[in-house]
């Protein structure tokens, strides 16, 4: 698909220092740093926005609600980190993470894959969400991904255990969560409090 547009990736500082960096090197980030880690590439990451934090509340109340109203066993967590590849070179923070077996939590996040991720893009994360971390994802047992970008008015839906293309949706969909039998997210029905469209600002 064409989705994955080549733009230049404002504020996400990446480190490079000639060397493989690990886990160990984030962990010795200030307190107030947050960093991810790809292949042994370290990007910092920025405090996201107030409409990137719009979504993100709105959707993290919706599927812990769920989760608690239906006895689920899964947790569903905002920026815990994971240890995608359970190595020190690849270390992820997904915006909003599920996990259903509570065996690979640790004190330091989720030891391998969660089974459904949510990205929601920003212009520093843009190329990462759409190009890096969906091959870690697919490759390391991620059961769903959706990608939210609302600079396009879209949410790609990454259902592996199925296999094929993406499933495009707008803001204005009803979309049905592939891990679950009755779990459905009105986009419509969100409050977020700014425009979809190419011409918002940046989130």
């Given at each position: 698909?064409?989705?994955?547009?080549e733009?230049?990736?404002?504020?996400?500082a990446v480190?490079?220092g000639g060397?493989?960096?690990?886990?160990?090197?984030?962990?010795?980030?200030?307190?107030?740093?947050?960093?991810?880690?790809?292949?042994?590439?370290?990007?910092i990451?920025?405090s996201?926005?107030?409409?990137?934090?719009?979504?993100?509340g709105?959707?993290?109340?919706?599927?812990k609600?769920?989760?608690?109203?239906n006895?689920?066993?899964?947790?569903?967590?905002m920026?815990?980190?994971?240890?995608?590849?359970?190595?020190?070179?690849?270390?992820?923070?997904?915006?909003?993470?599920v996990?259903?077996d509570?065996?690979?939590?640790?004190?330091?996040?989720?030891q391998?894959?969660?089974d459904?991720?949510?990205?929601?893009?920003?212009?520093?994360?843009?190329?990462?969400?759409?190009?890096r971390?969906l091959?870690?994802?697919r490759?390391?047992?991620?059961?769903?991904?959706?990608?939210?970008?609302?600079?396009?008015?879209?949410?790609?839906?990454?259902?592996?255990?199925?296999?094929?293309?993406a499933?495009?949706y707008?803001?204005?969909?009803?979309?049905?969560v592939?891990?679950?039998?009755?779990l459905?997210?009105?986009?419509?029905?969100?409050?977020?409090?700014?425009?979809?469209?190419?011409?918002?600002?940046?989130a």
């Open positions: 698909m064409d989705y994955a547009r733009e230049r990736e404002e504020g996400f480190i490079k060397k493989r960096y690990t886990f160990a090197d984030v962990d010795a980030l200030p307190d107030e740093m947050r960093a991810e880690l790809i292949d042994g590439e370290m990007f990451m920025q996201p926005g107030e409409p990137h934090q719009d979504i993100l709105e959707l993290f109340w919706i599927i609600s769920y989760l608690k109203r006895n689920r066993r899964c947790k569903a967590y920026g815990l980190g994971a240890f995608i590849k359970r190595d020190e070179y690849n270390y992820l923070i997904p915006d909003i993470s996990v259903c509570r065996d690979r939590l640790s004190p330091k996040g989720c391998g894959a969660p459904w991720v949510i990205e929601i893009v920003s212009p520093s994360t843009r190329k990462r969400d759409y190009e971390k091959p870690l994802y490759e390391t047992g991620t059961r769903e991904y959706w990608i939210v970008d609302r600079k396009r008015d879209a949410v790609f839906v990454h259902r592996f255990e199925r296999g094929g293309e499933e495009r707008n803001f204005s969909d009803c979309i049905k592939g891990i679950y039998d009755d459905y997210i009105d986009f419509s029905e969100l409050e977020l409090g700014w425009e979809t469209s190419e011409n918002t600002g940046t």
